[in-house]
């Protein structure tokens, strides 16, 4: 796909794409990202589309993604709410739990696990994103993660 059929599709259907992601995601910022990103992917990947079967193939391109995002925020909230303790007037405050939380990630993860962590939860990578960063296949990264989120509960847990 030339950068000249990109743009006529930009132009023809960004606006419903947009809409649809606003439905989805509630967030502009978000939503616009996500229209990006499937259009991103488009002309990295040089897909060519045929014009009747555009319209649905970009809306269903934006839906996954919407998807993809919503999936995100959900798995980053099921990290926080079993990786954190509820407060109390004894608990630690944020910077104290997060700077503890990165000691530990820092000091006590190997390597790779570590870089797989961090690629995943504190850059907002996806697992495929995560693999291709450091040359793994995606099993490998959910065996790291699942084993760091292990290591990590069983520390916080110890600790409280």
Known sequence: MTKSE?????????????????????DSDESKDVVSDVFTTLLERGLAIKSDKARGFLLTCVRNGCVNVIRHKRLRERFVSLHVPEYSADAPDDSV?????????????????RRIFT???LQDMTCQ???????VSRVTVHHHLSQSLEKINAYFNYKS
């Open 97 to 113: 739990m997060l700077g503890e939380l990165r000691e530990y990630i820092d000091h006590q993860l190997p390597p790779l696990t």
């Open 6 to 26: 990109l743009e006529i599709l930009f132009k023809t259907h960004y606006s419903a794409m947009f809409h649809l992601a606003m439905s989805l995601l509630y």
């Open 119 to 121: 690629l995943r939860y």
């Open 129 to 135: 994103q995560v693999a291709e960063a450091v040359g």
